[in-house]
């Protein structure tokens, strides 16, 4: 059950923070889309809606106004990380997949059942999730059983999720599934199955005119 544990707190610290983006209002080549995996959409309302849940849930848990905005504050990029989450859990179900990999709703009960009693129970642990690893309520056994698929699938490589071996598996899911990110949510790298800032070296040309002409 640790080693489970760990695999949580290593696929959630994969979630890296960014500085804030571009605010293009879509993808020219799939309008309305926050992103594009394979042949699944991921509508800018599906991922609003996701990060809603993970607000709501603050709220309710931070009812003081004055604390809650300061939980706002220090999860300030919780779209982007979002979509980022929402990104690779299709690419390590579709790395799963292509290695056999199954999970049964017997072995996410078991493993909530395990982390319940670590944590102080149920309503605990789901305090954990959502002030740890931005996890609403609702979503923790989608989550669990991508923390199982993902240990399974670095059992089934002979390795664990902290190895290269098993980023590899993710960076080729990555690459087959083609993945597109609408602009303003920054671009997906392949080889690190991970979102990163979009390159915009035509913003910086153009803050440095700004600054010599009023100079």
């Given at each position: 059950?640790?080693?489970?544990?760990?695999?949580?707190?290593?696929?959630?610290?994969?979630?890296?923070?960014?500085?804030?983006?571009?605010?293009?209002?879509?993808?020219?080549?799939?309008?309305?889309?926050?992103?594009?995996?394979?042949?699944?959409?991921?509508?800018?309302?599906?991922?609003?809606?996701?990060?809603?849940?993970?607000?709501?849930?603050?709220?309710?848990?931070?009812?003081?106004?004055?604390?809650?905005?300061?939980?706002?504050?220090?999860?300030?990029?919780?779209?982007?990380?979002?979509?980022?989450?929402?990104v690779l859990d299709q690419v390590l179900?579709?790395?799963?997949?292509?290695?056999?990999?199954?999970?049964?709703?017997?072995?996410?009960?078991?493993?909530?059942?395990?982390?319940?009693?670590?944590?102080?129970?149920?309503?605990?642990?789901?305090?954990?999730?959502?002030?740890?690893?931005?996890?609403?309520?609702?979503?923790?056994e989608d989550n669990l059983r991508i923390?199982?698929?993902?240990?399974?699938?670095?059992?089934?490589?002979?390795?664990?999720?902290?190895?290269?071996?098993?980023?590899?598996?993710?960076?080729?899911?990555?690459?087959?599934?083609?993945?597109?990110?609408?602009?303003?949510?920054?671009?997906?790298?392949?080889?690190?199955?991970?979102?990163?800032?979009?390159?915009?070296?035509?913003?910086?040309?153009?803050?440095?005119?700004?600054?010599?002409?009023?100079?």
């Amino acid at each position: 059950m640790h080693r489970r544990r760990r695999s949580a707190l290593l696929l959630t610290a994969a979630i890296a923070a960014a500085a804030p983006l571009l605010t293009a209002c879509g993808n020219d080549a799939h309008p309305g889309a926050a992103a594009v995996v394979g042949d699944q959409r991921i509508t800018v309302a599906q991922l609003e809606h996701r990060v809603d849940e993970v607000r709501e849930a603050q709220r309710a848990a931070v009812p003081d106004e004055e604390q809650y905005q300061q939980v706002v504050a220090r999860t300030g990029s919780l779209t982007r990380d979002t979509l980022h989450g929402m990104v690779l859990d299709q690419v390590l179900h579709r790395a799963a997949d292509d290695a056999g990999v199954t999970v049964s709703r017997k072995e996410v009960r078991e493993m909530r059942a395990g982390l319940e009693e670590q944590a102080g129970g149920a309503k605990e642990l789901e305090t954990v999730w959502l002030q740890q690893y931005g996890v609403a309520p609702e979503r923790l056994e989608d989550n669990l059983r991508i923390q199982l698929e993902a240990q399974k699938l670095a059992d089934s490589l002979g390795t664990d999720t902290s190895r290269p071996e098993f980023w590899q598996a993710l960076s080729k899911a990555s690459d087959r599934l083609d993945i597109d990110l609408n602009p303003r949510y920054g671009d997906w790298d392949v080889q690190k199955s991970s979102r990163v800032d979009t390159k915009t070296p035509w913003v910086r040309e153009i803050t440095a005119a700004q600054v010599q002409q009023s100079a």
